[in-house]
């Protein structure tokens, strides 16, 4: 990883790293290029791996990541590892990352929403750490100006993808997930009401399914799943939207409601003693089981036999 003197100011990667994934640069013989068709043949490959990462994978840690208390340091401490964002952008962290609970509290107490116990001599406050993709300019060069008389001088040459650590106060929210009618199909989601206290027909349609499985024949239960499965699947991607932002012209390129920070843990019970120097961390348990994880399909396709033979 690079180190902070290596790097510009964080730009929240948008601007440095676009999406393009529709158009593609035509190179012809003699053609002159500029930076702009540089940028855009980049735009393009990377707009194709995030739209194929976003929509058929979602967002997930693939390995690693782990999140570990020190209480001798008085820190929370993310493992390397590897996971995507909402937006199919790589959270990859290559070396260990940590964070002073003490100063982060000093830092945050006073936010706005931000609850916690004070009382003697002890602060306690329940949290969650998540990640997001954070984007750098480094090594910079020398170069000329542009066509405007701007920009000479120095100019940077890489664009380093990294990720930045939060401790948010309070536990993580229950995800919004997408495909709820599979999920109620497989008994994961409870069915949506309707103003009228009645379930939604669409929902409906998925318990029946998961009822006419159930009731099939031994012989029959496994085609009757694969319609089912089949059929809802449909239902889902009908009612499968993009995001819609005026504001961001590249929201209608991937999933609403997609998440642009990675949840990897909630920290609860965390206990600091306050200090002449600041604050302790005393006390503090991790439960890495609250993250969305990314499994290989070698690994589904090896678990599939397992499922077909639950639902004979």
């Known amino acids: 990883m690079a180190s902070p003197a ?10 440095l790293l676009p999406n393009l994934p529709f158009v593609a640069l035509h190179p012809h013989y003699g053609m002159l290029l500029g930076v ?5 043949d980049q735009a393009y490959h990377r707009g194709k791996m995030r739209l194929h990462n976003a929509w058929l994978h979602g967002a997930g840690v693939v390995w690693g990541l782990g999140v570990a208390v020190d209480l001798p340091r008085g820190e929370i401490a993310v493992a390397p590892g590897l996971a995507y964002d909402g937006f199919g952008r790589e959270l990859h962290v290559d070396q260990p990352m940590c964070l002073h609970v003490g100063r982060w509290f000093a830092a945050h107490r006073k936010d706005a929403g931000f609850s916690y116990t004070e009382g003697g001599g002890r602060v306690s406050f329940d949290a969650h750490v998540r990640i997001r993709h954070r984007a750098c300019l480094t090594q910079p060069m020398p170069a000329l100006a542009d066509s405007c008389g701007e920009g ?11 990720v930045e650590v939060e401790l948010m106060p309070g536990l993580a929210a229950t995800p919004v997930h997408r495909h709820h009618l599979l999920r109620v199909l497989l008994g994961l989601d409870g069915p949506r009401m ?33 319609a089912a499965f089949h059929h809802i699947s449909v239902l889902d991607t009908l009612a499968d939207t993009p995001a819609s932002d005026p504001d961001d012209a590249e929201s209608g390129l991937f999933p609403a409601d997609a998440p642009s920070c990675l949840v990897l843990a909630d920290v609860s019970g965390i206990e600091l003693t306050v200090q002449d120097d600041g604050y302790a961390l005393v006390a503090a348990a991790v439960a890495n089981e609250v993250r969305a994880v990314l499994l290989p399909s070698a690994t589904l396709q090896a678990a599939s036999g397992a499922f077909l033979a639950a639902i004979a």
């Open 36 to 40: 702009a068709d540089f940028q855009a």
């Open 152 to 162: 000479g001088g120095t100019a940077y040459s890489r664009v380093f993808e990294t």
């Open 6 to 15: 290596d790097l510009s100011t964080d730009t929240r990667s948008a601007g």
């Open 194 to 226: 309707g103003d009228d206290g009645n379930v939604l027909l669409a929902d409906q349609t998925a318990l029946d399914a998961r009822a006419a499985i159930a009731a099939a024949a031994p012989a029959d239960r496994v085609t009757t799943a694969a």
